[in-house]
């Protein structure tokens, strides 16, 4: 937490509020954020909803553009209270809020434009910083990390997989024929997807017995097939261990380059070195 609050400049103050999760006035701002976030997709939602009062539809509106402006002016903040502007505008919280809060703009160009404004649920991933849900994430990473030591044995099995709803796909098509509805053999692989992951949309069915046999086999070869990745991901799980790795819970937002992401002990950036107690 940044501290010796006298010696700072607006900037400095105007930046602990924006940017800063450790202060109660910063928390607050954030939470209010979130809050009109919140409102601002319940409000585009209902805007598509069709049968509502003329007198709805227009509160809505204004109350869009009271979310809008309160964004706007939100972003300019962020630009004008870190010293290196570009360093916001082209990260990826930079990005998403200008994205937030460009399609209402754009009404008076282009029609319908409003609806972009869904993008703003983009926006809500800053709760992770403002609860301090890191500290609660010790053992997703773990998670993460086993997912990610299973890739390449997930990625032959899929091979695998694709392999055989190529081949059996093929099947099909020579039991079946166009008379059934499998077409051509694309048709016929992606029926045979369907079917060996148990969803069975139904809009192709075979009609033959053979064929009805063949894909009593391919549901019972998928419900096998769903649990491999499973056990794949199990298995890196249980080997990678039992004690997660520390997690730092620091909110800071370097003032210089606004890169996050420090140690809990950090007294500087780790990218440019700035006093992060801007003292």
Not at 204 to 221: C, H, K, W, Y
Request: aromatic residues 12%; charged residues 20%; proline residues 3%.
């Amino acid at each position: 937490m940044k501290n010796n609050s006298s010696h700072k400049t607006w900037k400095d103050k105007l930046h602990d509020i924006i940017y800063e999760a450790d202060t109660p006035i910063g928390k607050a701002f954030d939470v209010i954020l979130l809050i009109l976030i919140l409102l601002s997709i319940i409000f585009v939602m209902l805007e598509s909803v069709k049968g509502l009062t003329p007198a709805t539809y227009r509160y809505l509106y204004y109350a869009e553009w009271v979310i809008t402006i309160f964004f706007s002016f939100e972003y300019i903040a962020r630009i004008v209270s870190i010293k290196q502007p570009s360093k916001y505008i082209f990260s990826f919280y930079g990005i998403i809020d200008l994205l937030s809060t460009l399609p209402l703009y754009l009404t008076f160009f282009i029609t319908g434009s409003s609806a972009l404004l869904a993008v703003r649920a983009l926006r809500l991933l800053r709760i992770f910083r403002i609860l301090k849900i890191s500290r609660y994430i010790g053992e997703s990473n773990k998670l993460a990390k086993a997912i990610k030591d299973s890739g390449a044995k997930i990625l032959v099995f899929l091979f695998a997989v694709l392999v055989l709803c190529i081949i059996l796909g093929t099947v099909m098509y020579l039991v079946e024929g166009e008379e059934s509805g499998f077409k051509s053999i694309p048709i016929s692989v992606y029926w045979c997807i369907v079917t060996l992951t148990t969803v069975g949309y139904g809009d192709i069915a075979p009609a033959t017995p053979l064929g009805q046999l063949i894909a009593a086999m391919i549901m019972i070869v998928g419900y096998g097939i769903i649990a491999v990745p499973t056990g794949i991901v199990s298995a890196e799980y249980a080997a990678s261990g039992h004690q997660p790795k520390k997690v730092n819970t620091n909110t800071q937002v370097c003032s210089n380059c606004n890169a996050s992401d420090h140690r809990d002990e950090a007294k500087f950036c780790r990218k440019c070195g700035e006093d992060l107690r801007n003292e």
